[in-house]
């Protein structure tokens, strides 16, 4: 486990870069990111490169015993080359192209630009790939970020029919699967189809989800065509991407599947303000970020990565991109840190070395102020790497009996196909999470596609497109499987299942739901489970049980809540956290599961033989430890946005 932080040498004098690698190595940092948004400095014209500068910046890192991650600088491509080509710009679905003068200006499915970075990959690449300093590269930055995963562009178009037509086969095979016999839109030929926009009222919702599905293979293909590069140059070195938090746009799965370690960028306070959570819920987290939000991402990327994950940026003190930036308390960076390594991490690299003070992020901070004095961030990550120093801290694998499944496609399906506005699908798997953690559970978040041995709780948030082969082997792994609403209501092609809903789930928990209650927000239903009481609310989905299912909870107008058969539970709607999360603790017990009711503001993980106790709160708390517990970091009694660990008892 160490520490990293970003740096951008091109933004600096270079008499300063001497001295900051020294500092940096003094702080203990041990790896430093470079090179994101460099093209325009490595080549300023065509054909002109301009190497030295990076040279001198990779040996005066390296010189000082800091290892380099390597950056391939396409995510801003330069002027000169959007002249060239200005068919690399993205395309909205307004049909306006976007324009340059910021950073992620190009589409996925551009020829042109797809050339254009093989070639500067390449020789990248090939100038650094055995250079001494540099033990990773990492692939462009944050695929997707600004809405650019979708692009109508010509270019994309025509990738589009030739990706149906690799899916289809023929054209009769799209109409069927489609259903495009509805409102006249058959199809003689895959050179007729365009993107799904611009439509007199809502495109195609299988066109849609088709287009969804293309432009994230897009990103896919162009990852892996920069990961082929490096590998054949830089032999033996780590291959990252740094995703982004609660970003949905495109599958990240494949796109990990092609690289060593999987990085997310963790900016809890910025997410906060930017992301769906109510206005009470914004105040109470205000300068911590919610007790659940980056362990979520945290073990989402866990999940997907080969090695253990890192976070490549992590959030140092305000940011400048929310609606509201504010500080975050003192010891939350430190929090964050610990909180990261706690979930399996290998890394936390803070981003920046220092604010820039110029351009659209100087109002971001860094680990030091702009004129080049330690922050409060800054003192936070030394404090951070001197405990990793003075402790021995196993870098070992978070082992974990409940597993959460989530899907990318689930929230294309939602978003495309929502019958209910604010029944989204991102919220609802955030609370399915919560409520684990608050229960005291590590969670591995999985793909649908993931091995399921060994779990003895794996909760399903609503999966509409589910497959026989997955409840087959949900059932094969005996665990109980808690299934959310919606789950099997839609097929691959977004059609209806002609055995209705859940479809292939029935043949293990035989039911029907014939009709779906979409709610206003103001609207509430009473649900009882025995003597517990709830409301649900936003969705239900009204169930006629089959064959030995049971009705474990009913609404007040008397249908089916919660149904159960054999090990698997099926919620048929939204519950209040409450009802939820006292549902999750009786079906976990029943698993075999130590149940650990957590107060809101305090979170456990475990990994390698210790565990880890955060306090989000602003009063001091206990750690769930034994008398006699044995405490590395911290005491019994953990203090406001404070840490402890200590080593788990037999």
């Known amino acids: 486990m160490r520490l990293g932080v970003c740096y951008y040498p091109e933004h600096w004098s270079e008499s300063m870069w001497a001295d900051d690698a020294r500092r940096?190595?003094?702080?203990?940092?041990?790896?430093?990111?470079?090179?994101?948004?460099?093209?325009?400095?490595?080549?300023?014209?065509?054909?002109?490169?301009?190497?030295?500068?990076?040279?001198?910046?990779?040996?005066?890192?390296?010189?000082?015993?800091?290892?380099?991650?390597?950056?391939?600088?396409?995510?801003?491509?330069?002027?000169?080359?959007?002249?060239?080509?200005?068919?690399?710009?993205?395309?909205?679905?307004?049909?306006?192209?976007?324009?340059?003068?910021?950073?992620?200006?190009?589409?996925?499915?551009?020829?042109?630009?797809?050339?254009?970075?093989?070639?500067?990959?390449?020789?990248?690449?090939?100038?650094?790939?055995?250079?001494?300093?540099?033990?990773?590269?990492?692939?462009?930055?944050?695929?997707?970020?600004?809405?650019?995963?979708?692009?109508?562009?010509?270019?994309?178009?025509?990738?589009?029919?030739?990706?149906?037509?690799?899916?289809?086969?023929?054209?009769?095979?799209?109409?069927t699967a489609w259903g495009t016999v509805f409102w006249s839109m058959e199809y003689t030929s895959f050179d007729q189809i365009d993107a799904p926009v611009g439509t007199v009222t809502e495109a195609h919702p299988a066109h849609r989800f088709d287009y969804h599905r293309f432009a994230s293979s897009e990103v896919a293909r162009y990852n892996r065509m920069q990961v082929d590069i490096l590998r054949a140059h830089a032999p033996g070195r780590v291959m990252v991407h740094n995703f982004m938090q609660n970003f949905f746009e495109f599958d990240h799965y494949p796109v990990a599947a092609d690289l060593d370690a999987a990085t997310w960028d963790s900016y809890p306070l910025g997410a906060l303000e930017e992301f769906w959570f109510a206005p009470d819920v914004k105040a109470r987290w205000l300068r911590t970020g919610h007790p659940d939000f980056a362990s979520f991402n945290h073990d989402l990327y866990r999940g997907m990565s080969k090695q253990p994950f890192w976070v490549m940026e992590q959030q140092p003190g305000p940011v400048n991109w929310a609606k509201w930036n504010p500080a975050p308390l003192p010891g939350m960076v430190r929090l964050w840190s610990w909180e990261a390594f706690a979930h399996g991490a290998g890394c936390v690299s803070y981003f920046r070395w220092r604010q820039c003070p110029f351009a659209q992020e100087q109002m971001h901070a860094g680990l030091n102020t702009p004129d080049n004095v330690l922050d409060i961030g800054g003192s936070e990550a030394h404090q951070v790497a001197q405990e990793l120093a003075s402790i021995a801290v196993p870098d070992a694998k978070v082992a974990t009996k409940v597993a959460l499944i989530f899907d990318y496609e689930a929230k294309w399906l939602f978003q495309i196909h929502h019958q209910g506005i604010d029944f989204e699908y991102g919220p609802l798997v955030f609370d399915y999470y919560s409520a684990l953690r608050t229960l005291g559970f590590d969670v591995d978040v999985i793909p649908a596609s993931a091995a399921l041995d060994g779990y003895a709780l794996i909760v399903v948030p609503p999966l509409p497109v589910m497959s026989g082969e997955l409840v087959q082997r949900l059932h094969d792994s005996g665990a109980h499987v808690i299934v959310g609403p919606r789950s099997g209501s839609k097929t691959v092609e977004l059609s209806i299942p002609a055995n209705l809903a859940p479809g292939p789930l029935t043949a293990q928990l035989p039911m029907r739901v014939w009709r779906v209650d979409s709610m206003r927000p103001t609207t509430e239903v009473a649900v009882q489970r025995g003597a517990q009481q709830g409301v649900a609310t936003k969705w239900r989905d009204l169930i006629e049980v089959q064959g030995a299912t049971k009705v474990v909870a009913s609404f007040d107008d008397g249908h089916p809540a919660i149904v159960r058969h054999q090990q698997f539970h099926y919620l048929a709607s939204v519950f209040d956290t409450d009802f939820m999360r006292d549902y999750f603790a009786e079906v976990a017990q029943e698993a075999g599961l130590t149940v650990l009711r957590l107060a809101d503001s305090m979170r456990i993980s475990r990994r390698g033989g210790l565990t880890y106790v955060f306090n989000y709160g602003d009063t001091p708390a206990a750690a769930p430890a034994q008398a006699g517990a044995r405490f590395v970091i911290g005491a019994q009694q953990v203090p406001p946005q404070g840490v402890s660990v200590f080593e788990d008892q037999q």
């Open 24 to 175: 940096m190595k003094s702080l203990g940092i041990e790896q430093v990111r470079i090179g994101e948004f460099a093209w325009s400095r490595i080549e300023p014209e065509p054909g002109k490169l301009q190497w030295e500068w990076l040279d001198r910046a990779i040996d005066v890192l390296g010189a000082a015993g800091l290892q380099v991650v390597m950056s391939t600088p396409t995510a801003t491509p330069p002027k000169w080359l959007i002249d060239q080509h200005p068919d690399i710009l993205p395309v909205g679905a307004d049909g306006r192209t976007r324009g340059f003068g910021s950073r992620r200006h190009y589409d996925f499915s551009s020829t042109a630009y797809f050339e254009a970075s093989q070639r500067i990959v390449t020789l990248l690449a090939e100038r650094y790939g055995q250079h001494a300093a540099i033990s990773a590269w990492q692939t462009d930055n944050e695929y997707g970020c600004h809405q650019t995963v979708l692009s109508y562009s010509h270019d994309a178009v025509v990738r589009f029919r030739g990706w149906l037509q690799e899916r289809y086969a023929t054209i009769e095979a799209l109409n």
